[in-house]
């Protein structure tokens, strides 16, 4: 489902440069369900952001179930985001003019459902996550846990082919992060969706059946808990 | 160093209304390290915001350092906050158009230090938390853990009497969280702070002197590993 390989990475500001992702390979089949560790600053929202063609990388090739990202015009780009990748963001980024069950409903709209089928789908994964009574707040009457929720259920109405999330429980409890977990796992087994989840919670880490580690701009097998 | 009694504070939009906090008690001595968990939605931020003069409860009294802060006007409050509370939000609110050096010099600024004064003391807390090569980026130029990290060294520059910290280790792997929650303890030690932290950690609760959760609206001791 991807592959990607020799992926650099650098921001570049006047003279400075630093480089973030320095050759780093990927290979992920479909249905896997992998997780990344690492941290923080290592370099892991600058590689979804790669994989969800948010951004091009300086060097290295990407490909989605087949298709070659970093070639994507936007136009193009977006449209095969919205169809195929649930990203969920590392700051939630909900739309601050809709509210919880409008913005869980948007990626339907994009792409021309009916919104009485969204707007099904989209109750119903909110309930999922325990947010049934919050579905007419806006993104500011809610709190940091229910607007991570939110952005899940939102990655999660197409069903799409392959789930990106980056640290999607950072803001929960133990007990919200597991029924998370659990709502992730359901739609991989339910679907054959693909997911790679950011994430620095060990717990979830050890539920997912790959766990990667980005070390020094490239991505490893996880080495165990790090001595000192 | 606080005293809260009958906290009240629901959220009103038309007719309906959220019932947050229903009569919460709190009372924190000086130099006490205090951990605050609860589910997502609880009103953990919401508590904070109060405790912080950044809200007013509907009902109840809460006095810090023996100073009634419901009855401050804006003005009162502002210097309040300043001199007295170091706060780290849940969603760090670094001003964009700072540097990370820059945002953390800001409470410094805004007491009147000599900027030579400011500028050591902010290098001093971000080489502590492992920044010292970030303190000219800006906050679209650090990743999440960075400027989580960077919230809190801005929270910890005057040496506050109070830290008011809203899960500050959410975006972090464990090994940068464990740093910072290092900070804040030496914090305690070296200068007899007062913290009331928001976390969602067990590990990083089970350090702190007191834990307490907040349930149905009230805080109370953590009652352990909640069975099912
Ligand atoms: N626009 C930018 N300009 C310069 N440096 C940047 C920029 N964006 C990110 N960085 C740097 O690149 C590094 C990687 O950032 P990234 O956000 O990918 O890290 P991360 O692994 O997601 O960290 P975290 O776990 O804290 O979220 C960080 O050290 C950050 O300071
Ligand atoms: N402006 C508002 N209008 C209506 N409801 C609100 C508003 N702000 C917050 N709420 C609700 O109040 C409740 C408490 O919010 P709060 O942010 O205090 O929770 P929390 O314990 O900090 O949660 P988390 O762990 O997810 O950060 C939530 O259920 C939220 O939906
Ligand atoms: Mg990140
Ligand atoms: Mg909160």
């Known amino acids: 489902a991807i592959e990607a390989t020799g992926l650099h990475k650098s921001y570049r500001?006047?003279?400075?440069?630093v480089?973030?992702?320095?050759?780093a390979d990927l290979s992920v089949e479909p249905g896997e369900f992998v997780a990344v560790v690492g941290p923080s600053g290592s370099g892991k929202s600058t590689l979804l952001h790669l994989l969800?063609?948010?951004d091009v990388p300086d060097a290295g090739s990407i490909e989605i179930g087949g298709t070659a990202v970093a070639g994507l015009d936007p136009v193009e780009a977006a449209r095969f985001r919205n169809r195929t990748i649930g990203f969920v963001f590392q700051f939630q980024?909900?739309?601050?003019?809709?509210d919880a069950l409008e913005n869980v409903m948007m990626p339907g709209k994009i792409a021309g459902w009916r919104s009485g089928r969204a707007r099904d789908r989209a109750l119903e994964l909110l309930a999922e996550v325990g947010l049934e009574d919050r579905s007419d707040h806006f993104p500011n009457q809610l709190s940091g846990g229910e607007r991570q929720r939110v952005a899940l259920c939102r990655a999660l109405l197409l069903e799409p082919p392959l789930l990106l999330?980056?640290?999607p429980t950072g803001n929960l409890d133990p007990e919200s992060a597991v029924r998370v977990f659990d709502l992730m796992i359901a739609l991989q087994e339910g679907h054959g969706t693909t997911a790679l989840?950011?994430?620095h919670n060990p717990a979830l880490a050890n539920r997912c059946g790959r766990l990667l580690q980005l070390d020094g701009g490239r991505l490893e097998a996880f080495a165990g808990a790090s001595g000192s």
């Open 93 to 98: 980024e909900l739309l601050a003019d809709f």
């Open 13 to 17: 500001d006047g003279e400075r440069s």
């Open 165 to 167: 999330a980056d640290e």
């Open 197 to 199: 989840v950011v994430t």
């Open 19 to 23: 480089d973030v992702l320095r050759g």
């Open 52 to 54: 969800g063609a948010l």
